[in-house]
């Protein structure tokens, strides 16, 4: 559920309000990760050619901030709306593995 920051009544003396308004809170849904390659959805990589990897998350409020990782190590800095990160992958990182991470004030 969703948490309410703020007060919880706001009340207008003909001039001014009493406080600002309350913002509702909610946590996002879990980051989808997936990898493009030559622009469509692939679940196969191969050494040499550029790969696109992008997280998304739904809903939350406010907007998750999404990070995407490769062995741990953060691949750019974090961003709002969707997080997208091209490389050309070598022979060393068959075992590499990529993840994402959505956080948002909710959370």
Known sequence: GGVLEGSSV????????????????????HPLLSIQVDGAASDEVVASSPV???????????EPTLTLFKNGE???????????????????DNTAVLSCNAINAAM
Do not use: I, M, Y
């Not at 953060?74 to 060393?92: D, I, R, S």
């Open 10 to 29: 706001v009340v207008c003396d003909g001039k001014s309000w009493n406080d600002t308004a309350p913002t509702c809170l909610s946590p996002t849904r």
């Open 52 to 62: 696109t990897v992008v997280c998304d998350a739904d809903e939350g409020n406010p």
């Open 74 to 92: 953060p691949l750019g800095p974090p961003t709002t709306g969707q997080n997208t990160h091209t490389f050309v992958p070598l022979q060393e």
